[in-house]
């Protein structure tokens, strides 16, 4: 399973069939990044030239040419180097690249300062991602300046930079069939991870224990990395949004929340399952994660082909105030409660985000200051949750410190939508007889 070759070609025509005027499109690969000491992460290409291009090497720049008639679509890429490749692993070369990314033509990285200003020349705009790379955003000027210092001899230069991101990632927020096919085993993969660490956890393990179960399912499946930083977090730990110590003991009586993705061919899922250590909820616990359930499945059902961005998070705030007015948590009419954001002391972040090769993915959530209608092909994430921090003095002791999130990656379809992520535990009956086996 993998996106074909034709696909990387017809989005690189798409971007400049998009490409106002004469143009020029210039995306640069992501840097190695150290760790520590002269010891690098695992290299991960931007997403940016890996949606063009599959291409997951570093020291690489793609450039696209509209209408050049020697070539359109141009990469320069490391050389072939038998002693680099001893100490680092195999290079591609410019040699092969035009064959197996499908370019015009390939060329040394070490030679691009002396051929890109020339393909610069005549042309009015320069389409390139300005203010993420410093250091690249000043080659670019070099090498546009070059072309300016040529101006006497009847060389024009581009009148104005335009950024690529918007037209780009507005192409990378509608996904293909094969997109979404590899989204899918990405979300299988977690699937599979979640439910493992749903049937081993037991009261006295510890937060990275859990951790290592998951970790094991997503590299037995082929994942080069989780899509984000895993958060582990038991008892009142899952009441802080982003933890990640994942370093604290379970205790008999808490919930323990998973908020975990992996990236499979560069595709993210992202899941949050909250579930009971010792296997079964308490009253407290169930009332809450019932709740949080509920809106959930209500906003689930927002997602369909001329809802808008805003219609899922919408639901979940009312859904989960009025929830919170029943158990007693909050106090006053449903109406004033959401236009007053008291909601917000329980519920403070956004119901979702697009999802792709990014875990929080690229594209526009309002159009000229509107939310933006869903389409077919859009990618989100649903995850409404309820957090009821251990100091919160305005509730009954019995409340405090449960924090629960449920998260879905749900796929905008023709007709309606596809929970990606279905097929893991979820309602409370479900969740109990998976962590007792049945």
Not at 2 to 31: C, T
Not at 45 to 55: A, K, V
Not at 307 to 315: E, I, L, M, R, V
Not at 390 to 406: H, L
């Amino acid at each position: 399973m993998s996106i074909p070759l034709k696909e990387y070609q017809q989005r690189r025509q798409d971007l400049m069939n998009h490409m106002a005027g004469n143009g020029i499109a210039i995306v640069p690969a992501a840097h190695p990044i150290l760790r520590n000491g002269d010891s690098e992460y695992r290299y991960r290409q931007s997403s940016d030239l890996y949606y063009l291009t599959g291409f997951n090497e570093a020291h690489a720049v793609l450039v696209l040419v509209p209408g050049r008639a020697q070539g359109q679509c141009l990469l320069f890429c490391q050389e072939k180097d038998p002693l680099k490749e001893l100490w680092n692993g195999r290079l591609l070369g410019p040699e092969a690249a035009v064959a197996a990314l499908g370019v015009d033509d390939a060329f040394p990285i070490s030679d691009i300062d002396d051929i890109l200003p020339g393909l610069i020349e005549g042309r009015e705009r320069v389409y390139y991602a300005m203010g993420k790379d410093e250091s690249f955003d000043h080659r670019v000027m070099d090498w546009v300046k070059v072309v300016r210092k040529k101006v006497r001899a009847g060389v024009q230069p581009p009148g104005e930079f335009l950024v690529l991101d918007h037209l780009l990632h507005e192409l990378r927020l509608i996904k293909s069939k094969a997109e979404l096919d590899v989204m899918r085993e990405s979300a299988r993969i977690a699937v599979r991870a979640h439910r493992r660490a749903m049937q081993v956890c037991r009261p006295g393990m510890n937060e990275f224990e859990i951790e290592a179960e998951f970790m094991y399912e997503f590299f037995k499946a082929g994942c080069n990395a989780p899509a984000y930083t895993s958060i582990v977090a038991g008892g009142e730990n899952a009441c802080i949004l982003h933890y990640n110590e994942n370093n604290q003991p379970l205790k008999d009586g808490d919930l323990l929340l998973i908020d975990a993705g992996c990236e499979f061919q560069s595709y993210a899922s992202d899941i949050t399952r909250t579930f009971p250590v010792s296997g079964r909820f308490s009253p407290e616990q169930k009332a809450i994660y019932e709740l949080v359930l509920k809106a959930q499945l209500a906003a689930i059902e927002e997602v369909r082909p001329g809802k808008h961005w805003n219609d899922p998070h919408d639901t979940t705030v009312r859904v989960l105030t009025a929830g919170l007015v029943e158990l007693g948590l909050l106090q006053g009419e449903v109406d004033q409660l959401i236009d007053s954001s008291a909601y917000r002391d329980f519920y403070m972040h956004r119901t979702g985000h697009w999802l792709g090769l990014d875990v929080h993915d690229v594209g526009d959530y309002k159009i000229d200051g509107k939310w933006r209608q869903l389409e077919p092909g859009m990618v989100m994430t649903v995850e409404p949750g309820l957090y009821i921090a251990p100091n919160n003095d305005k509730v009954e002791p019995r409340w405090r410190g449960i924090g629960v999130r449920i998260e879905d990656d749900v796929a905008v379809t023709r007709s309606g939508y596809e929970v990606l992520t279905a097929g893991l535990p979820k309602t409370v009956a479900e969740i109990e007889d998976c962590m007792a086996g049945r």
